[in-house]
């Protein structure tokens, strides 16, 4: 072990940052040097460590559906999510993605606990680490068509059967696939469960809110870069105001209503 006495601050980082068994040693040398800089470096590396540690252990817990599915030989697993079943404007958008055996992408959770700016992230981090990624938009038509429920099983499908390899096992945020051939889990709360689950969350979320946000220059009377379709209170004074524009959904109220939509009219 050098004598870290003899060196700067800036190479002493530089140790830190190289993995090897000299790292216990060295924070403890580190502790004991008389330099306060030295040992804020040391505190500030444990407890980035500590963090990192417990990421690892979240992550590797959201591994367990999978763990499963791995032990029965099983590698291609899709994960699969959507966005946009409450909002009353817009489409619905389901992805599938798979990911490499046992991935470790920090951060990865349910797009709903995720900030915008760590989901941008994330959504390049995916789509450059995944084995395959499917994303597929049912617009305000085929909801009001095939009602929301129907419209998001059948875009399910959909993503499914457009990814570039096949799936050997499928796991679901809570909607059942009852007409799916392979094997398939629906797993309530499965976003924060499953980290294959959350990656299609990912994927989906931040696809539609990009479609909302072109949307918003279409139509910018809405606001729809801000609520992405939801129903606040700014969005329905504008409905009031305005009256529905063609991506509003007719078979959702208010606009329900206001255009008296019947879905036996189709």
């Known amino acids: 072990m050098v004598d870290i006495q003899t060196l700067s601050l800036e190479e002493i980082r530089m140790l830190l940052e190289t993995e090897g068994e000299h790292i216990q040693p060295l924070l403890q040398a580190m502790d004991e040097d008389h330099r306060k800089g030295v040992q804020k470096v040391a505190a500030v590396y444990r407890k980035r460590r500590e963090k990192r540690r417990k990421e690892e252990a979240r992550l590797k817990g959201m591994l367990c559906?999978?763990?499963?599915?791995?032990?029965?030989?099983?590698r291609y697993i899709a994960g699969i999510d959507e966005a946009g079943r409450g909002p009353v404007a817009g489409p619905v958008t389901v992805a599938a993605v798979i990911l490499p055996i046992r991935p470790?992408?920090?951060?990865?959770?349910?797009?709903?606990?995720?900030?915008?700016?760590?989901?941008?992230?994330?959504?390049?981090?995916i789509m450059n680490e995944a084995i395959a990624v499917s994303c597929i938009n049912f617009s305000?038509?085929?909801?009001d068509r095939y009602d929301i429920y129907h419209a998001t099983q059948r875009a399910m499908y959909t993503a499914v059967k457009t990814l570039d390899i096949s799936p050997q096992a499928v796991l679901i945020d809570a909607m059942p696939l009852p007409d799916l051939e392979i094997y398939h889990e629906s797993i309530v709360g499965g976003d924060a469960q499953s980290q294959s689950i959350a990656a299609a969350s990912i994927i989906a979320k931040v696809t539609r809110d990009r479609i909302m946000e072109e949307y918003d220059r279409q139509y910018p009377r809405y606001g729809?870069?801000?609520?992405?379709?939801?129903?606040?209170?700014?969005?329905?004074?504008?409905?009031?105001?305005?009256g529905p524009c063609p991506i509003h959904r007719k078979s959702f109220e208010p606009v329900?209503?206001?255009?008296?939509?019947?879905?036996?009219?189709?």
């Open 104 to 125: 470790l992408i920090y951060g990865l959770n349910d797009s709903k606990k995720v900030s915008h700016k760590r989901r941008e992230e994330l959504f390049d981090t």
């Open 65 to 74: 559906y999978e763990e499963k599915l791995y032990a029965k030989g099983y």
């Open 224 to 242: 729809f870069a801000e609520h992405k379709g939801y129903l606040t209170q700014a969005h329905k004074d504008a409905i009031a105001q305005y």
């Open 140 to 143: 305000e038509a085929d909801i």
């Open 256 to 266: 329900k209503s206001m255009v008296g939509f019947s879905r036996d009219t189709l």
